[in-house]
């Protein structure tokens, strides 16, 4: 792995640029910091993915929790995260097995999920059995490529926003804390990592404060579709890179 001193200030750059995005568009629409940034990031420097990318979605997880835990329903989220701990260490033996071009194309494949169910307009109903499988592979694709929000909006996505944006926070705080942790124990966060993290925090920080400032201001169809189309664009950019 790269320590900090050895990035590339340009690629520095364009890594906060992705957060900043990322976190301006979760904070919008209860998801989507991983979506965007983690292709990017993982284009501009595989050692990006999923180590530090995961711990400044762990703090910026701390700031929307914290915002919306009146809304948070404990209960309906519990088997979900139990579920999530089993998908935590499946995702930790996927990093240790699979290539980086491999990775490459699971992150792919969750991201499309996460578009699919945009487009679409899925939703499952919402019982123990559906939240135990998107809380599963939930973990599974956030611990691996830290893109774990596509299979519990699916779930939730039939609920009214205020629900959903409520509940996905708080799922994500206990979940990204899970994956950090799980990244640790199976040697794939440590110094080197948590420096090349410390850089792009205040970026995404600063992402989740400006969307709270200018929310109202912001088309909600602009901002779903817009985000779905830089998904996408960022998805075909990376599989070209990673399998040419």
Same mark, same amino acid.
């Given at each position: 792995?790269?320590?900090?001193?050895?990035?590339?200030?340009?690629?520095? @750059?364009?890594?906060?640029?992705?957060?900043?995005?990322?976190? *301006?568009?979760?904070?919008?629409?209860?998801?989507?910091?991983?979506?965007?940034?983690? #292709?990017?990031?993982? *284009?501009?420097?595989?050692?990006?993915?999923?180590? &530090?990318? +995961?711990?400044?979605?762990?703090?910026?997880?701390?700031?929307?929790? %914290?915002?919306?835990?009146?809304?948070?329903?404990?209960? !309906?989220?519990?088997?979900?995260? !139990?579920? /999530?701990? &089993?998908?935590?260490?499946?995702?930790? %033996?996927?990093?240790?097995?699979?290539?980086?071009?491999?990775?490459?194309?699971?992150?792919?494949?969750?991201?499309?999920?996460?578009?699919?169910?945009?487009?679409?307009?899925?939703?499952?109903?919402?019982?123990?059995?559906?939240? +135990?499988?998107?809380?599963?592979?939930?973990?599974?694709?956030?611990?691996?490529?830290?893109?774990?929000?596509?299979?519990?909006?699916?779930?939730?996505?039939?609920?009214?926003?205020? /629900?959903? /944006?409520?509940?996905?926070?708080?799922?994500?705080?206990?979940?990204?804390?899970?994956?950090?942790?799980?990244?640790?124990?199976?040697? *794939?966060?440590?110094?080197?990592? @948590?420096?090349?993290?410390? #850089? !792009?925090? #205040?970026?995404?920080?600063?992402?989740? %404060?400006?969307?709270?400032?200018?929310?109202?201001?912001?088309?909600? #169809?602009?901002?779903? *579709?817009?985000?779905?189309?830089?998904?996408?664009?960022?998805?075909?950019?990376?599989?070209?890179?990673?399998?040419?």
């Amino acid at each position: 792995m790269l320590d900090i001193i050895e990035l590339d200030p340009q690629v520095l @750059l364009l890594a906060a640029l992705a957060c900043f995005t990322g976190a *301006y568009v979760q904070t919008a629409i209860g998801f989507g910091m991983a979506i965007i940034a983690a #292709p990017l990031m993982f *284009y501009l420097d595989p050692a990006l993915v999923p180590g &530090p990318l +995961s711990f400044v979605i762990l703090m910026m997880c701390l700031i929307n929790g %914290w915002r919306f835990r009146k809304g948070l329903e404990l209960n !309906l989220l519990a088997p979900a995260l !139990l579920a /999530r701990v &089993p998908g935590s260490l499946v995702g930790v %033996w996927l990093l240790g097995v699979m290539s980086q071009s491999w990775l490459a194309i699971l992150i792919a494949f969750t991201i499309m999920l996460g578009v699919l169910v945009r487009l679409c307009n899925l939703a499952l109903p919402t019982n123990t059995a559906t939240l +135990s499988l998107g809380g599963f592979l939930s973990g599974v694709m956030g611990t691996s490529t830290t893109i774990g929000g596509p299979p519990m909006v699916l779930v939730l996505h039939g609920a009214d926003m205020h /629900r959903i /944006r409520a509940n996905l926070a708080g799922f994500f705080l206990v979940s990204s804390l899970m994956s950090v942790i799980a990244l640790i124990g199976g040697g *794939y966060f440590g110094q080197a990592q @948590l420096l090349q993290a410390a #850089p !792009l925090v #205040p970026a995404a920080l600063l992402g989740n %404060w400006l969307a709270v400032q200018t929310l109202h201001l912001v088309s909600r #169809p602009v901002m779903h *579709y817009g985000s779905l189309l830089l998904c996408t664009l960022a998805v075909i950019g990376m599989l070209i890179n990673t399998l040419s």
